[in-house]
């Protein structure tokens, strides 16, 4: 286990030099703070003041104590969404009472793939299926289904994504 701090918005690791954690760029805290032992799977997250857990299920030679990354894919996913429809009824004063968005992810052959652009290979597939419940018009429903692949994550997943790594400053500490 490790000891995880959290002071002003920024988390702090016991044992690592936390300036090159909470300030990688010397610009801002980053927002998503892992730290993992190399003997295993299991990672303890910080983000902000919320400690999370992540792992690998036993059958892919982890401990299956936490979700798995993409298990965390398709939370984030599915928890924008969710929020996302929410807000929008809320603002519209319509009668949406509950929403469930249950989601699953696949790897499937892009020949099989019609929509898609890329045509050989594999592609990754996410199937969201969102339930709505309360007195919605067939309209009202139509439009809050529209608005849910507009959430901020879907965006973010079917845009173009640079993602930049680099390693971290060496430690000074012993």
Excluded at 82 to 108: C, D
Excluded at 120 to 127: A, C, K, N, R, V
């Amino acid at each position: 286990m490790f000891s995880i701090a959290v002071v002003s918005g920024q988390a702090y690791i016991a044992g690592m030099d936390n300036s090159t954690v909470t300030n990688q760029t010397n610009t801002k805290p980053a927002n998503v703070v892992v730290r993992g032992d190399a003997g295993g799977f299991l990672q303890e997250v910080v983000s902000g003041k919320h400690n999370l857990r992540a792992d690998e299920p036993v059958s892919a030679g982890g401990s299956d104590a936490a979700p798995g990354p993409y298990d965390y894919l398709l939370i984030a996913l599915g928890v924008c969404t969710s929020m996302t429809v929410g807000l929008y009824a809320r603002r519209k004063q319509w009668p949406l009472e509950n929403i469930i968005v249950s989601l699953r992810h696949s790897r499937i052959h892009a020949k099989d793939c019609e929509e898609c652009d890329t045509k050989e290979g594999m592609l990754d597939q996410i199937d969201t299926e969102i339930e709505l419940t309360g007195s919605l018009t067939a309209e009202q429903h139509a439009k809050l289904m529209e608005i849910a692949a507009k959430c901020p994550v879907h965006r973010t997943l079917t845009s173009e994504i640079n993602i930049r790594l680099r390693a971290a400053p060496k430690s000074t500490a012993s």
